[in-house]
């Protein structure tokens, strides 16, 4: 096996939740009277912290504009925002495939831990997962505190792990520990944008991962 560990990201890498995202980051700018940035700016930043997000649509926010968006946008995240959100068709079969085989699987997201385990929850994969970590437990996206503290916990060497991620924030949080990366071309950051932090290889579907991983083991 070429690789002991495969590190997940979550949204827009095996849930399809950008819709959702958008609309409750509009809701809660909205709720506070704020100038509502672009849907493509607001999907820019998914990957990323929640206060790193906010510092990138509202450059230069104070501690009260940061509490304030953070409160309504768990708010209409958690529960007040009926947009829905699925796993991308194949994601279940890939992570159940994937354990079969006896890898390592642990998922690093810029979600918060709140959010994160109501989706593990509400998907029934969080029994998969050897280990999880969010951006409110550590450094967010690029940083790569997320990824060396999987690491450690798991006993496993960077170059033993491969992280597979939708969005260069994923990638270059994986150049920054030392890691392998894959980048995956379905979610949010275009192919061009992945391709710059040189991930081992791009796929359009997330069934395609399980055969790739099959290829590298061959080489």
Known sequence: ?????????????????????????????????????????????????????????????????????????????LGGNETPSSLFDGAREVIETLAQQDYLLAVATGKGRQGLDQVLEATALGEYFHITRCADETFSKPHPEMLEQILDRLGVEPHEALMIGDTEYDLEMASNAGTHSLGVTYGVHSQERLLRHKPLDCLHDVSAIPKWLESQIKQ
Not at 31 to 56: F, K
């Open 1 to 77: 096996m070429k690789f002991k560990l495969l590190i997940f990201d979550w949204d827009g890498t095996l849930m399809d939740s950008e819709a959702r995202i958008v609309d409750c980051v509009r809701a809660a700018v909205d709720d506070l009277g704020l100038d509502c940035p672009s849907n493509d700016a607001i999907r820019n930043i998914i990957g990323l912290g929640l206060r790193e997000a906010i510092d990138t649509l509202f450059p230069g926010a104070d501690d009260e504009l940061h509490h304030n968006v953070v409160s309504r946008y768990r708010y209409h995240f």
